[in-house]
Structures are given as structure tokens and as C-alpha cells.
């Protein structure tokens, strides 16, 4: 047996039936189940956080096999995307010690618990994939921390027991989102407190970089401190290795939000992704002309280096990629949607001329010209069913686009944008907030007539 930090599986048997049921593992139970461990005399009981019996699976299944039964329980009842009864649920077997992060909800049934978790999840915008047979979800969320959602029941028919585990991903966002769940779970969670609490994070955040700012005191210095982060940044994503490329695409998503960054250093960072260059200061900022080739390589072909790829844009060794650079190779295309859904929202801030102007050329660009920026952007909100989070960094681009480009809109029509975003809309609807909200507003933008702008 071995000992271990993270959440791992144990394959036990399964006594109601015959065959192998793979059940999670994390955490230690304080339940009945702690008096089959026999100690000896004198001997301390271990303090383990998860346990290991042979190889687990991995736990994350392939989104898009489940895109059909997701779709089909969406269509039985809009209000809960998991639908299960009681008879689903099963005791908690011996020798597992529960997560620690779990209640015991009495005077419910399952469905009801279960459409709680769905709408909340809805509501904070989580990807997540059902199993109604074994009463589990599998949760990812925007900052990629992947949750698994247990449903037992209790012993003597005493409740329902719902244990909430972390797989992957920071803990301290897991705990935030962990005790959302936990509270719908049990009826007590609140849309519009949820809303209130998003919305005084960013304000907290944006006053925070304020006062950093002001201690800064004059903008020369800022300018200085913002170069040598750009150049931090460069030089990490220029890197062979993964965590620092990683690292890097992170660094130029907080350098493009404004929340967490001051206003000089996002327009200079804006700028230097979407048109290469800072107004005629070329010679200062040479050094990173290499950041926006690798964001576009990014968004384009999934790539830091696009030559690696096919006419199609599709890898020529992704039949042979390891499952570590293919995780890798997601979170980096995902940061480099964010950078330009950040730059492009930065740029709101300039004058509407300035605004024109920049985006202009960045709809140029040799990269990525017009027609497929546009093209790639809309095939990833085409495939929001699978990916949401992209498919809403997506729509953030599109409508700052639409907002400021003519041309952009006209493309997208003639690309039959409005029947992709109507799709996205759809799945927004029924399983991720912020891609609703986002795809409303896009779809009010391709209804606009040009020659009313």
C-alpha cells in the first residue's frame, strides 16, 4: 500500500454485483468505517490523506464522447443537466475513507440534490460531465482545477452523503468553489450573492493595483517596472521547458487585466500583442516583437511554433504526444485566448480613433489577417458543447471585434456566425453562465445594421 498527497482511485469489489467498480479515494473518514482498520496495541492510527491500491485511470474522460448524453439529459429537463434517482445511489463501500469536504444532507431525494449541483455549476460557469449510473460529476473549471463530485447513501438510509474532491489545481480557488457546491448541496446557495461577491473581487483588485500605483508614484516608473515584467515574460515563454512557457502565457494574462495591473502597463502590453509595436518607440521595444508571433502561433495552431504543423493547422505528431505536453498544449492555446480577450478589452480604454487604429492592424497582421482570425475564432465557439471555457474566451475576442470592426462583422455573417453563435447561446443556456451572457451580446451586434454605427 502507498501513501499519497494527492487524490488517486482504489479498485475495490463491488459486493451487490460482481464485477470491479473504480471508485474515488481521498481524505479520511471519522464514519463507522474507521473501526475496520485493526491496530496493534500502542501503535498510532496513520494519518493519510489518500491511499493507492495498483494503477488508477485517468480521470478525466474525453469530453466529447459524453457531448451526445449531456445533450440528451439538457433536453429531458432544462432546469438540471443530472438527473438521477435514489436507486442509483450506493453505500459507501469498507475501507474508504471519505474527503473531509463532505455533508449529509437529510429530507431530500437525489434529483433534487443533484439539480442544485447543476444549476450552480450553470451559474458559475463550471464544465461539467454526469454519470448518472454511478452517481458522480466531473467538474472542470475556468482556472482548469478539476473537481469530482461523489453521491452516496448514508447508512440505515440516514441521508445523503455528497463528498466533493480535488484532482488537479490550485486549492486555495478549489476551497472558494468547493464551498459554493457544498452550500447548493444543501439549499443554501445564492445567484446574486454569488454575482455580488464576483463583481467586489474585481473592485477589490482594481483598488489594490491602485494603491500599488500610487506608491510607484510617477509614470516613468511604472513604464520601467512594466518593461522589465514584459521582459520577465519573454524570456520565460521563449523557453524549451513547459512550466515556464506555462509561466510566462500566465504572466501576459495578468499584464492584459486590468484588475490586476495598471493602466500603462496593460496598454503597453495590449499593444505589443495585437500590432507588434508601440507607436514609434520600435527600437525600445525590439525585444519583444517575439511575444505576438508566439500568442498568434498559439491561438492559430495550438503551438508555440506553427512550422510543426500541416496545412490543416493540425500537429504532425499528435497521434504520438504524451498525455503531460498534450495537457500542456490545452492550458497553453487556453492562455493565449485569454491574452487576446484581455488586449482586446484593454483597448476600450484608449480613444475610439486609437482603438480603430490598433485593431486595424492587428486585423492585418500577416499571422493571423481578418479572415482567419475570424475563421478560428468561430470554430472555437462552435465547439462550445466540448469546451466551453474556450468557446467564451472566444466570444470575448469576437464581440470586441464586432464592437469596433465593420468588417469583422460582415465576415462573420458571411461565415454564418449568427447560427454558431445561436448554438453557443444554447449551451450557455443550459451549462455555462458567462458564454450565455457573452454570446447575447454578439448575437446583438450581428443584428446591427452597418450603417448605423
Same mark, same amino acid.
Given at each position: 500500500? /502507498?501513501?499519497?498527497?494527492?487524490?488517486?482511485?482504489?479498485?475495490?469489489?463491488?459486493?451487490?454485483?460482481?464485477?470491479?467498480?473504480?471508485?474515488?479515494?481521498?481524505?479520511?473518514?471519522?464514519?463507522? /468505517?474507521? &473501526?475496520?482498520?485493526?491496530?496493534?496495541?500502542?501503535?498510532?492510527?496513520?494519518? @493519510?490523506?489518500?491511499?493507492? @491500491? &495498483?494503477?488508477?485511470?485517468?480521470?478525466?474522460?474525453?469530453?466529447?464522447?459524453? $457531448?451526445?448524453?449531456?445533450?440528451?439529459?439538457?433536453?429531458?429537463?432544462?432546469?438540471?443537466?443530472?438527473?438521477? !434517482?435514489?436507486?442509483?445511489?450506493?453505500?459507501?463501500?469498507?475501507?474508504?475513507?471519505?474527503?473531509?469536504? @463532505?455533508?449529509?444532507?437529510?429530507? $431530500?431525494?437525489?434529483?433534487?440534490?443533484?439539480?442544485?449541483?447543476?444549476?450552480?455549476?450553470?451559474?458559475? !460557469?463550471?464544465?461539467?460531465?454526469?454519470?448518472?449510473?454511478?452517481?458522480?460529476?466531473?467538474?472542470?473549471?475556468?482556472?482548469?482545477?478539476?473537481?469530482?463530485?461523489?453521491?452516496?447513501?448514508?447508512?440505515?438510509?440516514? +441521508?445523503?452523503?455528497?463528498?466533493?474532491?480535488?484532482?488537479?489545481?490550485?486549492?486555495?480557488?478549489?476551497?472558494?468553489?468547493?464551498?459554493?457546491?457544498?452550500?447548493?448541496?444543501?439549499?443554501?446557495?445564492?445567484?446574486?450573492?454569488?454575482?455580488?461577491?464576483?463583481?467586489?473581487?474585481?473592485?477589490?483588485? !482594481?483598488?489594490?493595483?491602485?494603491?500599488?500605483?500610487?506608491?510607484?508614484?510617477?509614470?516613468?516608473?511604472?513604464?520601467?517596472?512594466?518593461?522589465?515584467?514584459?521582459?520577465?515574460?519573454?524570456?520565460?515563454?521563449?523557453?524549451?521547458?513547459?512550466?515556464?512557457?506555462?509561466?510566462?502565457?500566465?504572466?501576459?494574462?495578468? *499584464?492584459?487585466?486590468?484588475?490586476?495591473? +495598471?493602466?500603462?502597463?496593460?496598454?503597453?502590453?495590449?499593444?505589443?500583442?495585437?500590432?507588434?509595436?508601440?507607436?514609434?518607440? !520600435?527600437? #525600445?521595444?525590439?525585444?519583444?516583437?517575439?511575444?505576438?508571433?508566439? %500568442?498568434?502561433?498559439?491561438?492559430?495552431?495550438?503551438?508555440?511554433?506553427?512550422?510543426?504543423?500541416? &496545412?490543416?493547422?493540425?500537429?504532425? &505528431?499528435?497521434?504520438?504526444?504524451?498525455?503531460? #505536453?498534450?495537457?500542456?498544449?490545452?492550458? *497553453?492555446?487556453?492562455?493565449?485566448?485569454?491574452?487576446?480577450?484581455?488586449?482586446?478589452?484593454?483597448?476600450?480604454?484608449?480613444? #475610439?480613433?486609437?482603438?480603430?487604429?490598433?485593431?486595424?492592424? @492587428?486585423?492585418?497582421?500577416?499571422?493571423?489577417?481578418?479572415?482567419?482570425?475570424?475563421?478560428?475564432?468561430?470554430?472555437?465557439?462552435?465547439?462550445?458543447?466540448?469546451?466551453?471555457?474556450?468557446?467564451?474566451?472566444?466570444?470575448?475576442?469576437?464581440?470586441?471585434?464586432?464592437?469596433?470592426?465593420?468588417?469583422?462583422?460582415?465576415?462573420?455573417?458571411?461565415?454564418?456566425?449568427?447560427?454558431? %453563435?445561436?448554438?453557443?447561446?444554447?449551451?450557455?443556456?443550459?451549462?455555462?453562465?458567462?458564454?450565455?451572457?457573452?454570446?447575447? =451580446?454578439? =448575437?446583438?451586434?450581428?443584428?446591427?445594421?452597418?450603417?448605423?454605427?
Amino acid at each position: 500500500m /502507498n501513501v499519497y498527497n494527492n487524490t488517486d482511485t482504489i479498485s475495490t469489489l463491488n459486493s451487490n454485483a460482481g464485477d470491479k467498480k473504480l471508485i474515488a479515494c481521498k481524505g479520511i473518514s471519522s464514519s463507522k /468505517n474507521d &473501526d475496520k482498520f485493526t491496530l496493534a496495541k500502542g501503535e498510532d492510527r496513520p494519518c @493519510f490523506r489518500s491511499i493507492r @491500491f &495498483d494503477d488508477a485511470p485517468k480521470f478525466v474522460e474525453d469530453i466529447e464522447t459524453h $457531448t451526445s448524453g449531456i445533450k440528451k439529459i439538457c433536453d429531458m429537463n432544462h432546469k438540471s443537466n443530472w438527473i438521477m !434517482s435514489d436507486e442509483c445511489l450506493q453505500l459507501i463501500p469498507s475501507h474508504y475513507p471519505l474527503e473531509k469536504s @463532505f455533508v449529509t444532507v437529510h429530507g $431530500t431525494n437525489a434529483a433534487n440534490i443533484t439539480s442544485r449541483i447543476s444549476e450552480c455549476s450553470r451559474i458559475m !460557469s463550471i464544465q461539467a460531465i454526469f454519470d448518472a449510473n454511478v452517481s458522480t460529476a466531473s467538474l472542470v473549471t475556468a482556472e482548469h482545477i478539476e473537481i469530482y463530485v461523489s453521491l452516496w447513501k448514508g447508512s440505515n438510509d440516514n +441521508g445523503i452523503i455528497v463528498e466533493v474532491q480535488r484532482r488537479k489545481g490550485c486549492p486555495v480557488i478549489y476551497h472558494k468553489y468547493c464551498r459554493n457546491i457544498l452550500d447548493a448541496v444543501e439549499g443554501l446557495f445564492d445567484e446574486e450573492a454569488y454575482t455580488k461577491q464576483v463583481a467586489h473581487n474585481k473592485f477589490f483588485y !482594481s483598488k489594490g493595483v491602485e494603491r500599488v500605483i500610487n506608491d510607484i508614484a510617477t509614470a516613468e516608473a511604472e513604464r520601467q517596472h512594466s518593461l522589465l515584467t514584459l521582459d520577465i515574460a519573454a524570456n520565460l515563454i521563449k523557453k524549451d521547458r513547459m512550466d515556464a512557457q506555462q509561466l510566462g502565457m500566465e504572466s501576459l494574462c495578468l *499584464l492584459t487585466d486590468p484588475t490586476k495591473t +495598471g493602466k500603462e502597463t496593460v496598454l503597453l502590453t495590449s499593444q505589443i500583442i495585437l500590432q507588434g509595436s508601440v507607436d514609434h518607440r !520600435s527600437d #525600445e521595444y525590439e525585444c519583444f516583437y517575439g511575444i505576438r508571433e508566439v %500568442v498568434m502561433s498559439l491561438i492559430k495552431f495550438d503551438k508555440l511554433n506553427g512550422d510543426d504543423c500541416n &496545412d490543416n493547422g493540425e500537429c504532425k &505528431d499528435s497521434m504520438h504526444i504524451c498525455p503531460e #505536453e498534450l495537457d500542456n498544449k490545452n492550458m *497553453l492555446h487556453y492562455l493565449a485566448l485569454a491574452v487576446l480577450a484581455n488586449a482586446l478589452d484593454v483597448l476600450k480604454l484608449e480613444d #475610439e480613433s486609437i482603438c480603430r487604429t490598433i485593431t486595424n492592424k @492587428f486585423l492585418k497582421c500577416s499571422e493571423l489577417p481578418l479572415g482567419e482570425v475570424i475563421t478560428k475564432l468561430l470554430s472555437i465557439l462552435s465547439a462550445a458543447a466540448s469546451k466551453p471555457h474556450d468557446a467564451y474566451l472566444s466570444a470575448r475576442s469576437l464581440l470586441s471585434l464586432f464592437q469596433i470592426s465593420k468588417e469583422a462583422r460582415k465576415k462573420a455573417r458571411c461565415l454564418k456566425g449568427k447560427q454558431i %453563435v445561436l448554438v453557443a447561446l444554447e449551451v450557455g443556456k443550459q451549462t455555462h453562465a458567462n458564454l450565455e451572457n457573452q454570446s447575447k =451580446k454578439i =448575437k446583438v451586434e450581428l443584428e446591427k445594421e452597418d450603417s448605423k454605427d
